[in-house]
């Protein structure tokens, strides 16, 4: 069973910083892509980050200079930066995995962890 737990979060004034981390469990030995995305009540969920096991990047224009996703495969952890908070960041993050092959099995489908709030006040 693959799972994704999250940490970091929390609140932040424009302007500040926070930092999330994804870990992923369940005897895997590589995941192709992982990242990060949000999402606002009422709206549909987002990508913020992602990043491939080769190392390729792709960020949503909105968060580009200000956000800065890494990931350390040998842990199966994603990580995320986010400096220069602005209130429409505001949002419950998620992290996801793509194309994970763990000791029995290989699955293209996504994983998500159950996600963690980011509040950022104006």
């Known amino acids: 069973q693959v799972q994704l737990v999250e940490l970091g979060g929390g609140s932040a004034e424009a302007g500040g910083s926070l930092s999330l981390s994804c870990a992923a469990s369940?005897?895997?030995?590589?995941?192709?892509?992982m990242g990060w995305y949000r999402q606002v009540a009422g709206n549909q969920r987002e990508l913020v980050a992602d990043?491939?096991?080769?190392?390729?990047?792709n960020y949503a224009d909105s968060v580009k200079g200000r956000f800065t996703i890494s990931r350390d495969s040998a842990k199966n952890t994603v990580y995320l930066q986010m400096n220069s908070l602005k209130a429409e960041d505001t949002a419950v993050y998620f992290c996801?995995?793509?194309?994970?092959?763990?000791?029995?099995?290989?699955?293209?489908?996504?994983?998500w962890g159950k996600g963690t709030l980011v509040t950022v006040s104006s």
């Open positions: 996801n995995a793509r194309g994970v092959r763990t000791m029995t099995f290989f699955d293209g489908r996504d994983y």
């Open positions: 369940g005897y895997i030995l590589s995941i192709v892509g």
């Open positions: 990043i491939s096991s080769s190392g390729s990047i």
